[in-house]
């Protein structure tokens, strides 16, 4: 099957979909910043808003009810703008920090973007993540062979996910369109819904990503059952945010969509 045929572009996100199985690095940063200031987070806590820009996901976290009243018993004070404004900073050189730590790709992401190319389709990306983050990111999965020609990240467009602007902007900027010839992959709910109100072809990943949240090894050290059960819950969390697909790595995209495209693109 010629992919050409039906697509021009596939935009993936990084933490969780093209590298750092379970996507740690954004949670470690993020549970660091507000130890920092007294404030304990638990994962879930932190995991809920995965995939929306660092600064929306800060707000988003002092929004909480229970991350408020926390806030207030360590620090004296509700949470001000300023405090919003100096955690987002903070944040900064942490998930710089961590995310080149983890920037390992995931595996079967060389072979899949070969494959992509070799289909001529063209390769994009998106992140959560400012561009002072990622540039250690960038840097480690070039040297693994991954390199799409273009990034779109975090404060570059008037709003972030689950908005379609960031893929609106890598499309204009890359000269694509329709948006249905565009396939968006991505781990988080946000980065789905995102794709969903693009028009993309959303596909959403389970198993590597947000969802499950563990490290490869650790994912794979579980019992076959509670193991499948769990990318199955992530599974079901991605398709009632919008997607189209839903695969468990990047390693199975290819045939994913193929299949996809032989029954039908309907859901």
Avoid at 80 to 105: I, N, Q, W, Y
Wanted: negative net charge; aromatic residues 4%; charged residues 20%.
């Amino acid at each position: 099957m010629n992919l050409a045929h039906h697509f021009d572009l596939v935009i993936f996100d990084w933490a969780g979909t093209t590298v750092d199985f379970g996507c740690r690095a954004p949670v470690d940063a993020l549970l660091e910043a507000f130890r920092q200031h007294g404030v304990a987070l638990t994962e879930p806590q932190v995991r809920r808003d995965m995939g929306k820009a660092k600064a929306d996901h800060v707000r988003a976290l002092l929004g909480e009810p229970e991350v408020a009243a926390a806030w207030t018993a360590a620090n004296g004070a509700p949470a001000s703008a300023a405090d919003c404004d100096a955690l987002v900073r903070e944040l900064g050189p942490l998930m710089r920090e961590r995310a080149g730590r983890t920037a390992t790709l995931i595996d079967g992401m060389v072979e899949t973007a070969a494959a992509l190319r070799a289909a001529g389709l063209r390769i994009a990306s998106s992140t959560g993540y400012t561009r002072e983050m990622m540039a250690p990111v960038l840097e480690r999965a070039a040297a693994q062979g991954y390199a799409p020609e273009h990034l779109v990240c975090s404060g570059e467009t008037p709003q972030g996910r689950p908005s379609p602007l960031m893929i609106y902007k890598a499309c204009a900027e890359l000269g694509v369109w329709p948006l249905s010839r565009v396939v968006k992959v991505d781990d988080s709910e946000a980065g789905v819904a995102e794709g969903d109100a693009a028009g993309c072809l959303s596909v959403g990943v389970a198993a590597s990503g947000n969802g499950v949240g563990l490290a490869a090894p650790v994912l794979e050290g579980l019992p076959a059952v509670e193991r499948r059960a769990r990318i199955d819950a992530a599974a079901r969390a991605l398709y009632a945010a919008g997607a189209d697909i839903v695969i468990d790595t990047v390693a199975d995209l290819v045939p994913a969509i193929e299949r996809h495209l032989r029954i039908g693109r309907g859901r």
